[in-house]
């Protein structure tokens, strides 16, 4: 990229007017901003002006380019196989990364994985990790090149080598009111994937009451958005469109969701969990060309859960990263919170919705969550359910329980999780979670 110098309010009044910036224009921007050569005021100014005007899909290319090149980008060239990725935009008690990954480095597809803290509702794959006694996410590029070499996977967090431009800008932008912005939110999410070093990219884009996206329409904008940016660098990209309006699978919290992890692979999945893991992991198996289709990588997946060849590769990441493999093995001896209570129905019937923001909140309040990046977690914290959308319940029936080492906070929390419940005389109509599947092709709707 050109090294002009430009002149900043010129470029923040060109922008507030609705003109498009050149690559040389945003590469600048950047780059001064994390060489503090540009104060927060002026970017501040800057983002505001993208949010209020736009950026198009080559500005916001130019964006992910500027910002994957603030920092190192890995060179895994010399491991062999391609190297594939998941991303998912977030959502209450996704736990897929954990299932996922060992399925598919399992076949020996290279798993390099940079992954982030869960903020407000949503949970974080580094939170859920570090649940497990021992397990550090904080690895040198060197020892995560050469466990990822060693076994087929690695998780960990992002170091300030990788992409610092998007780590700082999200920063400003949280509290900016700059957020919501769907080619800023594609490229943070891109710069940080293509700086891993991978040659494919699956997605998992959420819509509904627990997702950041709440509305389909922009879920789908976002997809579209990501797949974009993925084919202008040369990376295959696929991304899959799924309902988080109730939270997936049994468990909500860090410690509880490794255990239902442990049980996926183990064969004991939720349907609901293992129908998206399956999609998704079998996306990543045809991406790497170990299978013809996707249905035959889903059919991979399928058996690499069933034979437990997947379990033992998330043994040998727990391992390797530093965590108790017995407690894998016995999930059971983990220590448990020391406050249990229950939510019980209040009348017979239905459930005919269980909002996953209210009871993300719930499990926030409980201790699973943190509203500040700064705060602590508890990993003991959480809620289980015992029913879900569409089972039908008796007056009293438990319907979740709840786990916490904050006894005071229960009286607060339980109002909110009965508030997530709604229970009728009618059975609600159920739909698939995947709804869509999108790619370079445009969108596709997938049969129920």
């Known amino acids: 990229m050109s090294s002009h110098n430009f002149n900043p309010v010129s470029l923040i009044r060109k922008k507030r007017d609705g003109s498009s910036l050149s690559a040389d224009e945003i590469h600048y921007f950047i780059k001064e901003f994390t060489k503090d050569q540009l104060p927060d005021y002026q970017m501040s100014a800057f983002l505001m002006a993208g ?12 964006l992910t380019d500027a910002m994957l090149h603030s920092g190192k980008i890995l060179d895994l060239s010399d491991i062999p196989g391609k190297k594939v990725d998941k991303h998912s935009t977030g959502g209450v008690g996704d736990k897929l990364s954990l299932i996922l990954a060992p399925i598919v480095a399992s076949w020996g597809i290279p798993v ?9 509702h949503t949970g974080g794959t580094l939170d859920k990790l570090e649940s497990i006694t021992g397990f550090t996410v904080d690895l040198s590029l060197k020892r995560y090149r050469h466990i990822l070499e060693k076994i087929h996977m690695v998780m960990a967090g992002q170091t300030e080598e990788v992409a610092p431009a998007d780590k700082r800008l999200y920063a400003l932008r949280d509290v900016t009111a700059t957020v919501e912005s769907i080619p800023l939110i594609a490229s943070s999410i891109m710069s940080k994937k293509l700086a891993e070093g991978i040659d494919a990219l699956v997605l998992d884009v959420k819509f509904g009451s627990g997702a950041f996206m709440t509305e389909l329409d922009e879920a789908i904008a976002l997809a579209e958005a990501l797949i974009a940016i993925g084919e202008r660098f040369d990376k295959e990209t696929i991304a899959y469109l799924t309902d988080m309006n109730q939270p997936l699978g049994r468990a909500i919290g860090n410690w509880l969701e490794v255990a ?5 692979l183990k064969g004991e999945g939720q349907d609901d969990v293992m129908e998206i893991t399956h999609t998704l992991a079998g996306t990543m198996i045809c991406l790497a060309e170990k299978a013809d289709s996707i249905d035959e990588g889903v059919e991979m997946s399928r058996e690499a859960v069933a034979n437990g060849q997947a379990f033992e590769k998330l043994l040998a990441l727990v391992r390797e990263q530093g965590g108790d493999t017995e407690l894998i093995r016995h999930p059971e001896r983990y220590e448990q919170a020391d406050h249990r209570f229950t ?3 209040a009348r017979d019937g239905y459930i005919r919705e269980m909002d996953a923001y209210k009871m993300g909140m719930a499990s926030l309040e409980l201790g699973a969550g943190r509203r500040r990046k700064e705060d602590s977690i508890d990993p003991s914290a959480g809620i289980l359910l015992e029913r879900k959308r569409g089972d039908y319940v008796n007056s009293g029936e438990t319907i979740a329980r709840g786990y916490t080492n904050k006894e005071a906070v229960v009286e607060s929390v339980l109002p909110v999780m009965e508030e997530a419940v709604s229970i009728g005389d009618e059975r609600p109509e159920t739909s698939r979670l995947i709804q869509y599947r999108a790619d370079s092709r445009g969108v596709h709707p997938l049969k129920s």
């Open 112 to 120: 390099p994985m940079i992954s982030g803290r869960g903020l407000g």
């Open 260 to 264: 239902e992890s442990i049980d996926a």
């Open 343 to 345: 939510l019980k129905a």
């Open 51 to 62: 949010v209020i005007r736009g950026f198009d899909d080559r500005e916001a290319a130019a």
